[in-house]
Structure formats: C-alpha cells, structure tokens
C-alpha cells in the first residue's frame, strides 16, 4: 500500500496521508486513506483525479476520510495505521 501515499502526496496540498485496508463487501478488502490537507479547498474529486494518473485501478482509494489533527505515530514517526481503522 505504499504506492497510494507517494502518488497523492506529490502535489504539494496534503500535510500527511496514509493508506490502510478495509473490510470490503464486494472485493473482501478495499483502499482507504486518510488524509491531513494543508489546502482546505482540495476536494475528494480532485485526489482521487490525482491518484488516477499514477495507480492502476485496483490500487484506487475507495475512501477518503479528511482529518484535521496529526495523524497518530510512534515515538520514531511511524504512522499507527491500526488505530485508523478504528
């Protein structure tokens, strides 16, 4: 899941953003990500557009969720994906 933060985090508008999975109904499992905008005006529209230009389909966020505070991480700056799927 690396491959969905590098390609959304190129443009410049985003403070943080991570990828995690998802339970999903029809493919088992699906692309959410969790972003920090540092351009309040960026819509869902335009980073899934951005995404679209770099990752094959399947790869595609299914979910966007935007979040206001820092992303949590461990002492050493890992984002704690666990505590995003909750």
């Known amino acids: 899941m690396l491959d969905q933060p590098r390609a959304?985090?190129?443009?410049?508008?985003?403070?943080?953003?991570?990828?995690?999975?998802?339970?999903?109904?029809?493919?088992?499992?699906?692309?959410k990500i969790v972003v920090v905008r540092k351009d309040p005006g960026l819509m869902v529209e335009d980073l899934v557009a951005r995404?679209?230009?770099y990752l094959t389909g399947y790869k595609l966020p299914k979910i966007v969720e935007f979040?206001?505070?820092?992303?949590?991480k461990t002492n050493?700056?890992?984002v704690l994906r666990r505590l995003l799927r909750n």
């Open 8 to 31: 959304g985090c190129t443009e410049g508008a985003l403070l943080e953003v991570a990828a995690i999975g998802v339970p999903d109904e029809k493919s088992g499992e699906a692309v």
């Open 67 to 72: 979040r206001t505070e820092p992303l949590p």
């Open 51 to 53: 995404y679209r230009k």
């Open 76 to 78: 050493i700056g890992k």
